[in-house]
C-alpha cells in the first residue's frame, strides 16, 4: 500500500520534515514523464543528504532533460529541478560527482545537431548553475558523451605539483545515436581538466577491427588509484578465430594519461563487459565488477594494481538457476572490511503477493555481500520485488540487448555518521498499473539489506573465470572546450511512501527447495513439516491445490507447459512462494 502526496515547490529550497524513519522505501514521480539514467551521489558536508541524478523522457521517449534532486536522509525532498538551454537540444546527463559545495555532472548535449560531452558545475545547496561547458573530441564533427565523472587532485602535468580537478570518461563516434555498428567506428575516451573545467589532457582507447563493422570501444567507469586510473567499459574483442565479440576493458594509465598496462579479455560468447570497480588500498588491488553474457550474471576479477596480474584463484563469476542479474556498483560492506557488496538490476522477474495478485518488474534491484578472498556469498542477499516495465525508444534502454551494452550508472552508495555503521541507499524504478510512466524508487536499508516492503531470498555460487587476453590501445588527442550554459527550473512531482506493515515480506527464492525445475511430470520438495500447497498461473489464478503427502512430492503430468508459481504453508502456518516451469 502506499500513500501519496503531490507537492508543489515555490521556491528554489524547500524541505519536508512530516516523514522520518531509520529506512524507508519510496517513489518519486513527474507528471507525464518517464525517469530513465538514474544514479546517486553522497553529499558530503555532513547533512546525511544525497543527490539523485536522472533524465527526464517525454511519453514517446523522444525528448529528454537532465534533472537532479537532493533528498535527505529519511527520504525528504530538499530540492527538485530541471536544466534546459534556450537554443541546444537533448541535454542528458550520465554521472554526478559531489565535492565541497560544489555538484560536478556529465553527459551529452546537441549543439547544432551534433552530441557534444559537457561537464557543469553547480551549488549543492540549491542546485545553481555555476559554470559550464561543452567539448569537442578529436574533432566539432564526431558525437561525444560523458559517462562517469570524478573528483581527482592527482598531479596532471608532471610538475611535481596536486592539480584539483575532474576525470571524465565516456565515447565518442561518427553516429549521433548509440551504435555497436558504427561505420566509422567509436572510441573511448577518458578526459582530465582543472577544476574550472578548463582541459588538461585526453586519451582515446580503440581496437582496430579489420573483420567486421562491430565496434564496442566505449568506456564507463574510471576509478583513482594510488598510481593512477583504472578504466572500465567495454572493449572490441577479436578472438583466436577471427570472431568479433565485446570483450571486458581493463586498462591503467598514469595521472598524465600515459599508458601503463592493459588486461582486457574475453570470457564468453557473446558479450562481456565491465561496469565499475573497488580499489583496496591496503592490498593495492583491484575488485573490478564484469558482466557476461554467457552466464546472465555479474562476476568480480581481482587485479594487481602495479602490473595488472589478475589473481585467478579469487576472481570469478556468479551462477543460478534464475538468469539475468547484471551487476552495476560494487563498494565495501558496512558490516566488514572484509566483504564487498554488490548491487545491480535483475532484467525481468515474475512473483505473486500474498493476496494471489500477480506483478512483472524489469530492473528490479538486488543487493549481494561476498568474501573478498574467496568469493562466496556472505549472509543473506535480497532482490527487491517492484513492478516496471522499462519504456522503448531510447539508444540506452537497459534491456533493448540481453544486458546493457555500456552505461551502468552508479545506483547504490553506502553513508552514514562517523563512528555508526552506515547504512545503504540504492535507486531504482517503478511503474505502477495502471499508469504508464515511470518512476524514481528509493530505498534507504540497514546493513542487514533487506528492503522495507516485498523481496525475493537470493543464493548465488560463484564459479571460476577462464578467459582470452584481447589487448586494448591507448593515445593522446586533441579536444577544445565551449562555455555553456544552462538554465534551471523548479519541478512539481508526486512522492508515495511504502507502507511496510502491508508488505508480503520475504519470498524465498532457493534452488533447492523445489525440484527439478523445469519439471516434467514430479515435483519434490526438500524441506521438512511442510502442509499444503496451492500452484497459481502467470495471472494468479488457482490452477491446482492440496496438502502435501509424506514423500512431498506432487504428480504434474496434466500440468499445461508454461511459467507457475507455488505457494507452500509449513505448520507453523509460514509460507513460500516459489516460481518453477512446467516443460
Same mark, same amino acid.
Given at each position: 500500500?502506499?500513500?501519496?502526496?503531490l507537492?508543489?515547490l515555490?521556491?528554489?529550497v524547500?524541505?519536508?520534515?512530516?516523514?522520518?524513519?531509520?529506512?524507508?522505501?519510496?517513489?518519486?514521480?513527474?507528471?507525464?514523464?518517464?525517469?530513465?539514467?538514474?544514479?546517486?551521489?553522497?553529499?558530503?558536508?555532513?547533512?546525511?543528504?544525497?543527490?539523485?541524478?536522472?533524465?527526464?523522457?517525454?511519453?514517446?521517449?523522444?525528448?529528454?532533460?537532465?534533472?537532479?534532486?537532493?533528498?535527505?536522509?529519511?527520504?525528504?525532498?530538499?530540492?527538485?529541478?530541471?536544466?534546459?538551454?534556450?537554443?541546444?537540444?537533448?541535454?542528458?546527463?550520465?554521472?554526478?560527482?559531489?565535492y565541497?559545495?560544489?555538484?560536478?555532472?556529465?553527459?551529452?548535449?546537441?549543439?547544432?545537431?551534433?552530441?557534444?560531452?559537457?561537464?557543469?558545475?553547480?551549488?549543492?545547496?540549491?542546485?545553481?548553475?555555476?559554470?559550464?561547458?561543452?567539448?569537442?573530441?578529436?574533432?566539432?564533427?564526431?558525437?561525444?558523451?560523458?559517462?562517469?565523472?570524478?573528483?581527482?587532485?592527482?598531479?596532471?602535468?608532471?610538475?611535481?605539483?596536486?592539480?584539483?580537478?575532474?576525470?571524465?570518461?565516456?565515447?565518442?563516434?561518427?553516429?549521433?545515436?548509440?551504435?555497436t555498428?558504427?561505420?566509422?567506428?567509436?572510441?573511448?575516451?577518458?578526459?582530465?581538466?582543472?577544476?574550472?573545467?578548463?582541459?588538461?589532457?585526453t586519451?582515446?582507447?580503440?581496437?582496430?577491427?579489420?573483420?567486421?563493422?562491430?565496434?564496442y570501444?566505449?568506456?564507463?567507469?574510471?576509478?583513482?588509484?594510488?598510481? *593512477? +586510473?583504472?578504466?572500465?567499459?567495454?572493449?572490441?574483442? $577479436?578472438? &583466436? /578465430?577471427?570472431?568479433?565479440?565485446?570483450?571486458? !576493458?581493463?586498462?591503467?594509465?598514469?595521472?598524465?594519461?600515459?599508458?601503463?598496462?592493459?588486461q582486457?579479455?574475453?570470457?564468453?560468447?557473446?558479450?562481456?563487459?565491465?561496469?565499475?570497480?573497488?580499489?583496496?588500498?591496503a592490498?593495492?588491488?583491484?575488485?573490478?565488477?564484469?558482466?557476461?553474457?554467457?552466464?546472465?550474471?555479474?562476476?568480480?576479477?581481482?587485479?594487481?594494481?602495479?602490473?595488472?596480474?589478475?589473481?585467478?584463484?579469487?576472481?570469478?563469476?556468479?551462477?543460478?538457476?534464475?538468469l539475468?542479474?547484471?551487476?552495476?556498483?560494487?563498494?565495501?560492506?558496512?558490516?566488514?572490511?572484509?566483504n564487498?557488496?554488490?548491487? *545491480? +538490476?535483475?532484467?525481468d522477474?515474475?512473483?505473486?503477493? $500474498?493476496? &494471489? /495478485?500477480?506483478?512483472?518488474?524489469?530492473s528490479? !534491484?538486488?543487493?549481494?555481500?561476498?568474501?573478498?578472498?574467496?568469493?562466496?556469498?556472505?549472509?543473506?542477499?535480497?532482490?527487491?520485488?517492484?513492478?516496471?516495465?522499462?519504456?522503448?525508444?531510447?539508444?540506452?534502454?537497459?534491456w533493448?540487448?540481453?544486458?546493457?551494452?555500456?552505461?551502468?550508472?552508479?545506483?547504490?552508495?553506502?553513508?552514514?555518521?562517523?563512528?555508526?555503521?552506515?547504512?545503504?541507499?540504492?535507486?531504482?524504478y517503478?511503474?505502477?498499473?495502471?499508469?504508464?510512466?515511470?518512476?524514481?524508487?528509493?530505498?534507504?536499508?540497514?546493513?542487514?539489506?533487506?528492503?522495507?516492503?516485498?523481496?525475493?531470498?537470493?543464493?548465488?555460487t560463484?564459479?571460476?573465470?577462464?578467459?582470452?587476453?584481447?589487448?586494448?590501445?591507448?593515445?593522446?588527442?586533441?579536444?577544445?572546450?565551449t562555455?555553456?550554459?544552462?538554465?534551471?527550473i523548479?519541478?512539481?512531482?508526486?512522492?508515495?511512501?511504502?507502507?511496510?506493515?502491508?508488505?508480503?515480506?520475504?519470498?524465498?527464492?532457493?534452488?533447492?527447495?523445489?525440484?527439478?525445475?523445469?519439471?516434467?511430470?514430479?515435483?519434490?520438495?526438500?524441506?521438512?513439516?511442510?502442509?499444503?500447497?496451492?500452484?497459481l498461473?502467470?495471472?494468479?489464478?488457482?490452477?491446482m491445490?492440496g496438502?502435501?503427502?509424506?514423500?512431498?512430492?506432487?504428480?504434474?503430468?496434466?500440468?499445461?507447459?508454461?511459467?507457475?508459481?507455488?505457494?507452500?504453508?509449513?505448520?507453523?502456518?509460514?509460507?513460500?512462494?516459489?516460481?518453477?516451469?512446467?516443460?
Open positions: 500500500m502506499k500513500i501519496k502526496i507537492f508543489f515555490i521556491s528554489f524547500f524541505t519536508v520534515n512530516s516523514y522520518s524513519q531509520p529506512t524507508f522505501q519510496k517513489n518519486i514521480g513527474v507528471t507525464n514523464n518517464h525517469y530513465h539514467d538514474i544514479n546517486l551521489e553522497p553529499i558530503n558536508d555532513g547533512s546525511g543528504d544525497y543527490i539523485v541524478a536522472s533524465n527526464l523522457f517525454d511519453a514517446l521517449m523522444q525528448n529528454e532533460e537532465l534533472s537532479l534532486k537532493r533528498v535527505d536522509q529519511n527520504g525528504n525532498i530538499v530540492w527538485i529541478k530541471k536544466y534546459t538551454h534556450n537554443t541546444f537540444q537533448h541535454a542528458r546527463i550520465f554521472d554526478v560527482e559531489n565541497q559545495d560544489f555538484l560536478i555532472i556529465t553527459g551529452s548535449i546537441d549543439v547544432n545537431g551534433t552530441k557534444r560531452v559537457f561537464i557543469a558545475k553547480l551549488e549543492a545547496t540549491t542546485g545553481t548553475l555555476l559554470q559550464a561547458n561543452y567539448y569537442d573530441i578529436l574533432s566539432p564533427n564526431l558525437n561525444s558523451r560523458g559517462l562517469h565523472i570524478s573528483y581527482t587532485e592527482s598531479d596532471a602535468n608532471g610538475d611535481g605539483q596536486l592539480d584539483p580537478g575532474f576525470i571524465v570518461g565516456g565515447f565518442f563516434s561518427d553516429c549521433y545515436n548509440l551504435d555498428n558504427c561505420i566509422n567506428n567509436n572510441f573511448g575516451f577518458v578526459m582530465r581538466t582543472d577544476f574550472n573545467l578548463n582541459l588538461i589532457w586519451i582515446e582507447l580503440d581496437v582496430l577491427n579489420n573483420i567486421d563493422n562491430q565496434d570501444d566505449f568506456v564507463n567507469n574510471v576509478i583513482e588509484t594510488s598510481n *593512477g +586510473y583504472f578504466i572500465a567499459g567495454s572493449a572490441t574483442g $577479436i578472438t &583466436n /578465430n577471427n570472431i568479433v565479440l565485446q570483450a571486458v !576493458l581493463a586498462h591503467k594509465v598514469d595521472f598524465m594519461g600515459n599508458f601503463v598496462w592493459d582486457s579479455y574475453i570470457l564468453g560468447n557473446s558479450r562481456d563487459v565491465s561496469v565499475d570497480a573497488y580499489f583496496d588500498s592490498t593495492s588491488e583491484i575488485y573490478m565488477l564484469c558482466n557476461y553474457s554467457v552466464s546472465h550474471y555479474f562476476g568480480v576479477t581481482v587485479l594487481n594494481n602495479t602490473s595488472g596480474v589478475i589473481d585467478f584463484t579469487r576472481s570469478w563469476y556468479s551462477s543460478a538457476n534464475d539475468n542479474r547484471y551487476g552495476f556498483t560494487i563498494m565495501e560492506s558496512a558490516n566488514s572490511i572484509d564487498l557488496i554488490i548491487t *545491480g +538490476y535483475d532484467r522477474e515474475n512473483w505473486v503477493d $500474498i493476496n &494471489n /495478485n500477480s506483478f512483472y518488474g524489469e528490479n !534491484l538486488f543487493v549481494h555481500e561476498f568474501d573478498k578472498a574467496t568469493g562466496n556469498q556472505v549472509g543473506q542477499s535480497y532482490q527487491y520485488l517492484v513492478p516496471h516495465i522499462e519504456p522503448a525508444g531510447d539508444e540506452f534502454n537497459f533493448f540487448w540481453q544486458m546493457p551494452l555500456i552505461y551502468y550508472p552508479d545506483i547504490s552508495i553506502q553513508y552514514g555518521i562517523p563512528g555508526m555503521t552506515p547504512d545503504y541507499f540504492h535507486v531504482g517503478r511503474t505502477d498499473p495502471p499508469g504508464s510512466f515511470t518512476e524514481t524508487e528509493l530505498f534507504r536499508t540497514t546493513s542487514n539489506k533487506r528492503n522495507d516492503c516485498e523481496n525475493l531470498d537470493l543464493i548465488l560463484p564459479n571460476p573465470i577462464t578467459i582470452q587476453f584481447s589487448p586494448v590501445t591507448s593515445a593522446s588527442i586533441p579536444n577544445t572546450e562555455v555553456l550554459v544552462l538554465n534551471d523548479v519541478l512539481n512531482y508526486t512522492e508515495e511512501f511504502c507502507d511496510p506493515t502491508l508488505s508480503v515480506g520475504d519470498i524465498k527464492l532457493n534452488n533447492t527447495f523445489i525440484y527439478p525445475n523445469p519439471v516434467s511430470d514430479i515435483l519434490y520438495f526438500s524441506t521438512d513439516n511442510l502442509s499444503t500447497y496451492t500452484i498461473d502467470f495471472l494468479g489464478r488457482t490452477i491445490e496438502t502435501l503427502t509424506t514423500n512431498k512430492s506432487i504428480e504434474l503430468s496434466t500440468l499445461q507447459n508454461g511459467i507457475y508459481f507455488i505457494k507452500i504453508i509449513d505448520e507453523n502456518s509460514i509460507s513460500q512462494i516459489v516460481k518453477f516451469i512446467k516443460k
